[in-house]
């Protein structure tokens, strides 16, 4: 179920020049880039683990290069200081991983390299095992170098591409200013637009998502029955002025107000939240994402690919209908936010 509760936000009577957006330059904050939330203990911890067993295990095959094949019941090798070599390898990821701890969102390559090794690892053993150059009992040495971190660095990869993916959160509207200060690509603030019966007003996640053109493509076919009612229509995207005009006029639409809006922070301000993995690229939005990409088609990520989007009916400066998607296959019904203000 997504959020059709109508909700009401008064505008109240305040001018641009009354309320004027912070921008970069101005206060004292301006030449500060916010920081970014710090990451979970729990991947601080895992990445410091994995350094920690890293050196302690490449320290220890150095050190003591046949020691492991005599627990495993296996001959030595006959050249240990491959072995070795191996060992020293192992522990520079070590020092990888306790740097990335610093920062898993910035130093995620280092995490995507270890990754990539302990997905490739067991697959070498396996083909090894199979036509008889390795015993199976070789292979406890991938469940504690491998396989026990493939689901947390697997998670911490996901965790660094949702943070990346999320717009820098600088200038931050409230919903007064939102109505009231930031202007359309043709002139006009949102506010401007409500007067009389209103404008209905859509946000769409990003202009390759096939969903988003399905929207548009609503937009265009109920436009006449939606501005029967004396609404005006309204877009938010996170494109930029010149591809969002191209992609309304696609549509149909050209001539509709569009806010560009790359940063978000008309999506925050109408409080549309970001979704999970769950919501964007789950099993349900796939099967339903199949049959709209036949119609529709797909284009490149342009914006934060997490954001989802939403329907508001404003009239008068005040938001009396909502639609808030809580997936990213969720149909906007377009007609019933237009309608629900009588």
């Known amino acids: 179920m997504s959020s059709r509760v109508p909700i009401a936000e008064e505008l109240n009577d305040v001018d641009d020049a009354a309320c004027p957006i912070e921008l970069p330059g101005r206060g004292q904050a301006a030449n500060q880039h916010p920081r970014p939330p710090a990451p979970p203990a729990w991947i601080v911890w895992t990445l410091r683990a994995a350094g920690i067993y890293n050196l302690l295990w490449g320290a220890a095959v150095v050190l003591f290069p046949s020691q492991p094949f005599a627990w495993l ?64 009992s070789f292979g406890l040495v991938n469940v504690t ?31 007064v200013e939102a109505l009231s200060t930031v202007r359309s690509e043709q002139g006009h603030t949102i ?82 939240a970001r979704g999970t993995a769950g919501q964007v690229l789950g099993p349900a939005i796939w099967w339903r994402g199949l049959w709209a990409l036949l119609k529709h088609g797909v284009g490149k990520l342009e914006g934060d690919g997490f954001q989802l989007g939403g329907a508001f009916l404003v009239r008068e400066g005040k938001i009396v209908a909502a639609q808030r998607l809580e997936t990213s296959a969720e149909r906007m019904e377009l007609k019933r936010v237009a309608s629900a203000g009588g």
Request: with cysteine; proline share 7%.
């Open 73 to 136: 019941g296996m001959p030595p090798p006959n050249y240990p200081e491959l072995w070795q070599c191996i060992g020293m390898v192992v522990g520079v990821y070590g020092v990888g991983y306790w740097i990335a701890a610093s920062d898993p969102a910035r130093h995620w390559p280092i995490v995507l390299v270890g990754w990539l090794g302990k997905v490739l690892g067991p697959i070498g053993f396996l083909n090894a095992a199979l036509v008889g150059s390795l015993p199976w």
């Open 191 to 272: 506010g401007e637009l409500s007067a009389g019966a209103g404008v209905l007003l859509v946000f769409i996640r990003h202009a390759g998502c096939t969903f988003c053109r399905e929207a548009l493509a609503d937009l265009s076919t109920q436009r006449a029955t939606i501005e029967g009612r004396g609404l005006r229509l309204a877009v938010v995207h996170m494109s930029g002025p010149q591809p969002g005009a191209a992609l309304l006029a696609r549509y149909d639409l050209a001539d509709v107000d569009h806010f560009s809006d790359p940063e978000c922070r008309l999506f925050r301000a109408f409080d549309l």
């Open 145 to 175: 170098n491998d396989l026990v971190w493939w689901v947390p660095f697997t998670l911490i990869l996901y965790y660094a591409w949702r943070t990346n993916s999320r717009p820098l959160e600088t200038n931050t509207l409230s919903l």
